[in-house]
C-alpha cells in the first residue's frame, strides 16, 4: 500500500454511466411495465427518477442516455422528467451521451441510414433537454456492438449537428483480439484479470481519430451490489486502481450499464438501496473522483492506438447466442420477412421521394422506418434478466411487431406523393397500399388523404391533412407502441393505444365489406357493411366532396340497435407531438356540436349531427393522440371528421 500521506494526493476517476432504452410505451399493459412504473416518481422506491434523486442527493455526477423513443415517450406521458434532466444538466450533475435514434444495430445499416438515425437523436437531445448538439461528444453503440469499418466514418462526420462523435464506450474484452481457438479475447472472458490498460482511453486504429473508452467488467458486474461481497470487489478494485499511481496512465473506472438495474425497473427491486450504497461509499471517500466523461476525456490525450475487432458485450455474445458479430440473430432464417419489410418499405419511400413528395411527409416516413428497426432482430434469450426459459430464442414478439409497422411509411410516402400530384378531384378506391395482403379503401382530394382498413373494423386508420405544406398525418400513431400486435392496422385492446377513427365501439376486431359507389368527381362515396359472423349489420356510408375539409360517415344501424358509440383518436400532427410532447397542444371546439385537438395552425375535430352527442372517452389520452367518443342515439346518424388550419 502507498502511504497515506501520498495517497491523500492522488485521486481515481470513476464515471456512472446509465443507459435507458425503451420504445414509445405507454400505461395499461398486462404482459410489461408501463412508462409511469419504468420512471417512477419522488415517492416511489423504483424507477429512473430514484436514481437521479440519488445523484442529486449525494452531489454525484452521472452520464446518461437516453434512446430517442424513451425521450418521446417521457415528453409525451411525463414531461415532468424532461424537467428534472434539465435541472440536472444546469447543476452540472449531468452530461448527456449521444447515440442512435431508433437503437439500430448500425453494422447492417447503410450510412445514409445511420447519418438520420444520429441526427434524429441530437434533434431530440436539442428540442426536448435545450441541449447544444456540441456538447455532445460520446457514443454509446447500439447494444455495445462495435465495428470499426462499419460506424467510425458516420460517427466522426463533421457533418453531424455536433461536428462528429469524439469517444465511444465499449466493453474493455474488445481490447483484446478475439483470432484464434484461445484467443485473448477468450481468455479474457474466462478469467477477467485486472490489467491496468483496461482503464487506459485509447485511440481506435483506423477509426477517424475515435477514442475508445473502457466500460469495465468488474464494475457492470456488482453495480449495484447485490451481496456485500459484491460491494467488496467494487471497492477492492477501485483501492487498487489507486494504489497503482499516476505511472499507468490516465485510468479511468467505467461502470455502464441499463439504468433499470439500479432503477430495480424489472430487475431487482433492491436495486436503488443497493446502488445508494455504492453513491453513499464513493461521496466518503474523496479520493473517488466522479466524472463526466466528455468533460474527463476532452484534455486528456490517449494512452496509445488500439485495432478494435467487431464485438459486443460478453453476454450477448455468448449466452445469448448472437454471436460477436451479431449475425446469427440477424441472418436467421425466422427474421427474414422482418428484414424484407424494412427494405420493401425503404425502397417504396425512396422511390416517391425521388419522384416529388411532400418534404415533411416523406420525414414522416424516414422517421417511421428509423423507429421500426428498433433493437434489430432481437432475440429473447434463455437467460439473463430479459430473457425466458421458456424461449425458442427466436426473434422477440415484440420486436417482430415493431419491424412489421415499418410498412406503414410506405402508406406515409403514398400520401405525400399525393400531395405532390393532387388534382381538383376527389377520389375513391380499393389498393394494399403497405404489402399487408390486405386492400384498404383511400379517399382523397385536394385537402384530405384518408385510409380505412375494411378488415380491421371498418375504421379509418390514418388521416393526412394536405392542403397545404407541410403535409400532417392527423388520425393514426404507426410509432407508438403496438405491443405483440404484428398485423397491420388492427385494433389494440389492451392498451387501447392506437384507436384509429370512426371505430364502433364493440366491433373493432369485425371485418367489413367495401364496395365504391363514386370513385372520381365531385363527390365520391363508399360503403362498409359488417360482415362479421354474428355482428349486426352496421352500414357505414362514407363521402368526400373535392374541395371538402372533412370527411362523412352516415350510420345506418339495424334495427335490433338503438344505438351505437364511436371513437375517434386525433393526433393533430403527429410528427410535431412526437418531437414536441403536448407543450403546443390545445382544446379546439369553434361550435359547440364539434370538438377536436389542435397542435400549432392545425387542428382536427368530430363533427355531431342532432341525432349524436358527446361522451366522456374511457381514457382521454393515448399514445400521441387524445381520445373524442360520441354515442349515436338514433338508427341513423352522420358524424364528420375534419382537418382545419387555425391561422
Request: proline share 6%; glycine share 8%.
Amino acid at each position: 500500500m502507498i502511504p497515506v500521506t501520498e495517497a491523500k494526493k492522488r485521486s481515481v476517476s470513476i464515471a456512472f454511466v446509465h443507459h435507458a432504452n425503451q420504445f414509445l410505451v405507454t400505461d395499461g399493459y398486462e404482459n410489461k411495465q408501463g412508462i409511469s412504473s419504468i420512471l417512477g416518481n419522488r415517492e416511489s422506491g423504483t424507477g429512473y427518477l430514484r436514481v437521479f434523486d440519488l445523484h442529486r442527493r449525494y452531489r454525484i455526477p452521472f452520464n446518461l442516455h437516453l434512446s430517442g423513443t424513451l425521450l418521446e415517450a417521457i415528453a409525451w406521458h411525463s414531461p415532468e422528467v424532461l424537467s428534472e434532466l434539465t435541472d440536472l444538466l444546469r447543476l452540472d450533475l449531468l452530461e448527456m451521451v449521444g447515440s442512435a435514434y431508433g437503437q439500430n444495430i448500425m453494422r447492417f445499416f447503410s450510412r445514409e441510414h445511420n447519418t438520420r438515425q444520429l441526427k434524429e437523436q441530437l434533434l431530440l437531445q436539442e428540442e426536448l433537454l435545450g441541449l447544444e448538439p456540441e456538447r455532445v461528444k460520446v457514443f454509446w453503440v447500439p447494444e455495445r456492438l462495435w465495428d470499426t469499418e462499419a460506424l467510425a466514418k458516420v460517427l466522426t462526420d463533421n457533418r453531424l449537428p455536433n461536428g462528429g462523435y469524439e469517444y465511444v464506450l465499449l466493453d474493455d474484452r474488445l481490447f483484446y483480439s478475439k483470432m484464434g481457438d484461445h484467443s485473448p479475447r477468450r481468455n479474457y472472458d474466462q478469467e477477467h484479470a485486472w490489467n491496468p490498460a483496461n482503464f487506459l482511453m485509447y485511440r481506435i486504429k483506423d477509426g477517424s481519430g475515435l477514442r475508445a473508452l473502457p466500460i469495465a467488467y468488474n464494475l457492470r458486474q456488482n453495480i449495484p451490489p447485490r451481496t456485500p461481497e459484491g460491494l467488496e470487489t467494487v471497492k477492492t478494485q477501485l483501492r487498487w486502481l489507486l494504489d497503482l499511481g499516476p505511472n499507468f496512465g490516465e485510468l479511468v473506472a467505467i461502470y455502464a450499464d441499463d439504468l433499470e438495474k439500479p432503477a430495480g425497473a424489472g430487475w431487482d427491486r433492491d436495486g436503488p438501496a443497493q446502488y445508494e450504497s455504492i453513491l453513499k461509499w464513493v461521496s466518503e471517500n474523496p479520493w473517488l473522483k466522479a466524472v463526466k466523461l466528455g468533460e474527463w476525456a476532452s484534455p486528456r490525450s490517449p494512452g496509445a492506438e488500439k485495432r478494435i475487432e467487431t464485438g459486443t458485450y460478453f453476454e450477448l455474445a455468448n449466452e445469448f447466442e448472437a454471436g460477436e458479430d451479431y449475425e446469427r440473430w440477424y441472418y436467421d432464417a425466422r427474421w427474414d420477412p422482418y428484414r424484407k419489410h424494412y427494405e420493401w418499405s425503404e425502397n417504396r419511400v425512396e422511390e416517391l421521394a425521388s419522384r416529388g413528395s411532400d418534404p415533411a411527409l416523406i420525414e414522416l416516413a424516414r422517421k417511421v422506418i428509423l423507429a421500426s428497426v428498433w433493437q434489430t432482430a432481437w432475440h429473447t434469450p434463455k437467460t439473463g434478466a430479459h430473457g425466458n426459459p421458456d424461449s425458442v430464442t427466436g426473434p422477440s414478439e415484440w420486436v417482430r411487431a415493431i419491424a412489421s409497422h415499418a410498412r406503414v411509411a410506405a402508406l406515409i410516402a403514398e400520401a405525400a406523393y399525393w400531395m405532390k400530384h393532387k388534382d381538383k378531384e376527389a377520389h375513391a378506391y380499393l389498393q394494399d397500399l403497405d404489402q399487408d395482403g390486405e386492400e384498404e379503401l383511400v379517399l382523397k382530394n385536394s385537402n384530405l388523404f384518408s385510409v380505412f382498413s375494411p378488415r380491421n373494423g371498418g375504421r379509418l386508420v390514418y388521416l393526412f391533412g394536405i392542403r397545404e405544406p407541410p403535409g400532417r398525418l392527423v388520425v393514426g400513431n404507426p410509432i407508438d407502441d403496438w405491443n405483440w400486435l404484428e398485423r397491420l392496422h388492427e385494433y389494440m385492446d389492451v392498451p387501447p393505444n392506437h384507436p384509429g377513427a370512426f371505430s364502433d365501439v364493440g366491433y373493432e376486431h369485425d371485418c367489413y365489406e367495401a364496395s365504391l359507389r363514386a370513385t372520381d368527381g365531385d363527390e365520391v362515396n363508399a360503403r362498409l357493411l359488417n360482415a362479421q359472423p354474428d355482428s349486426p349489420r352496421i352500414e357505414k356510408k362514407i363521402r368526400l366532396f373535392e374541395g371538402g375539409d372533412a370527411i362523412r360517415v352516415e350510420y345506418a344501424l339495424p334495427e335490433t340497435m338503438a344505438s351505437l358509440l364511436i371513437e375517434f383518436g386525433l393526433s393533430p400532427d403527429y410528427l410535431s407531438l412526437l418531437r414536441d410532447g403536448r407543450r403546443g397542444a390545445r382544446s379546439y371546439s369553434p361550435m359547440k356540436d364539434t370538438r377536436g385537438w389542435a397542435d400549432g395552425d392545425l387542428a382536427v375535430w368530430v363533427g355531431l349531427d342532432e341525432s349524436s352527442a358527446f361522451e366522456n372517452p374511457r381514457s382521454p389520452i393515448f399514445g400521441h393522440g387524445w381520445l373524442v367518443r360520441v354515442a349515436g342515439l338514433g338508427r341513423r346518424f352522420e358524424l364528420r371528421l375534419g382537418v382545419d388550419l387555425t391561422n
